[in-house]
Each structure stands twice: as structure tokens, then as C-alpha cells.
């Protein structure tokens, strides 16, 4: 989607080192989300941002740290990267509380050797 | 607790084989019922909202239709490039506008 950039798009890493992944919007919505895609779990919630420097967890925030210094960047970062975490992240945005959907972007495919 | 549980998992028909895929949820205070679709290597793109039983919504091929404990996305007459991954979630009064995801259909379509 145009309005919803992530980075990197494919990132190997290995297990112990930090990651961090990028989230930008220019569509200035308020709320942004961090969701990880599993085979057999679906889309989880990692941690979601409802303004600058407002965040939260989701069902799935062990290991995870989020960051939202502008409106239109959301950070995610694996402090200590472990092969449990190679997943499919997806970054979403909303410009109200998800009342009306999210827009996604196409995904960090990551892995943890 | 939300839930939210899809059927059938996967789904194989032929061209021009219409068939339904199931959405089966528990919410509290259901704010919204949310279909998307994904291909393979790509976010998931919106294609619904639905938010009172009864109601129903129509995109081409698709239609969603939602009561009070369960939403189905009817394929009539689907072409191969309806093939895809078909995702439900809902939000309630009690998540805060947090959306659940179901684990999706995969739905192919041979020509």
C-alpha cells in the first residue's frame, strides 16, 4: 500500500543480535499496530501505538520493544533476536480505534539463524 | 475471551464452483466484523466491514453476510484469481479497537 512502508523487507539475522523494524506512514493516522503471522497462529498483536510516545501490548509482546517518536514512524525491536521469533511482521495503521479496519503494509519476512 | 475461528481450512473448487467460507466468533460488544484477503507474499487488503446481524456487503463475486455468532464470505462462480488466503476479524467494546484474526481459508481455484 502506498501510504504504508516497511523495512526492511527481508532481514536474516542471527540469534542474540538486536533487530529493529520499520514502520512509516503518510497517511498521518493516529493508531499503528505490530502484528507477527505464523503458520497455525494467524495475525497476533505485538504492541500497538494510539499517538506519539503512547503504547501498549498485545498478546504477544515478550522479547518485543516498540517506539513512536514521530507520527508517522513505528519501530519495532527484537533486543535479543531467538529463532522463535522468525515470523512474517506486519505493520498496520487506523486512523480511528480499528473500528474501521486497518491498512497493512507488506510485511518484514525475518530470520533468526 | 475474543475468539475467532475460520472453516474450512483450506478449500479447493473449480472454476464457476460457488461455495461459502465460515467465520464463527465470541466477542463482547461486537464493533465490527472485518474480511481480508492475502496473497501469497503480501499484507492483507480489505475488502469488508460488516457490523450488525443482518447485514450484508457485495464486491463482485463476494458477499459477506453476518448474524450474531458467525459472518460467511459466499464465492459465487469463482475465477482462479480468486485464489487466495481469505482472513475474518473482529474488534470489540472490550479490546479497544484491537483487532483478532482468525487463522484464514485458503481458498484455490482451478480453471
Known amino acids: 500500500d502506498a501510504g504504508i512502508t516497511q523495512s526492511p523487507r527481508h532481514k536474516v539475522t542471527e540469534t542474540g543480535t538486536p533487530v529493529t523494524l520499520r514502520c512509516h506512514q503518510t497517511?498521518?493516522?493516529?493508531?499503528m499496530y505490530w502484528y507477527r503471522q505464523d503458520p497455525g497462529h494467524g495475525l497476533r498483536l505485538i504492541h500497538y501505538s494510539y499517538g506519539v510516545k503512547d503504547t501498549d501490548k498485545g498478546e504477544v509482546s515478550d522479547g518485543y520493544s516498540v517506539s513512536r517518536s514521530k507520527t508517522e514512524d513505528f519501530l519495532l525491536t527484537l533486543e535479543s533476536a531467538t529463532s522463535s521469533q522468525t515470523s512474517v511482521y506486519f505493520c498496520?495503521?487506523?486512523?480511528?480505534?480499528?473500528?474501521?479496519?486497518?491498512?497493512f503494509g507488506s510485511g518484514t519476512r525475518l530470520t533468526v539463524v | 475471551e475474543d475468539q475467532v475461528t475460520q472453516s474450512p481450512e483450506a478449500l479447493r473448487l473449480q472454476e464457476g464452483e460457488s461455495s461459502s467460507l465460515n467465520c464463527s466468533y465470541t466477542v463482547s460488544g461486537l464493533r465490527g466484523l472485518f474480511w481480508y484477503r492475502q496473497d501469497p507474499g503480501k499484507g492483507p487488503e480489505f475488502l469488508f466491514t460488516l457490523y450488525s446481524a443482518g447485514e450484508e456487503k457485495e464486491k463482485e463475486r463476494l458477499k459477506a453476510t453476518l448474524t450474531k455468532k458467525e459472518s460467511f464470505l459466499h464465492i459465487t462462480a469463482p475465477k482462479p484469481e480468486d485464489s487466495a488466503t481469505y482472513l475474518c476479524a473482529v474488534t470489540g467494546s472490550g479490546n479497544t479497537g484491537k483487532l483478532i484474526f482468525g487463522q484464514g481459508t485458503t481458498l484455490q481455484v482451478k480453471p
Open positions: 497517511e498521518n493516522h493516529r493508531y
Open positions: 498496520a495503521i487506523s486512523e480511528y480505534q480499528g473500528d474501521y479496519g486497518y491498512t
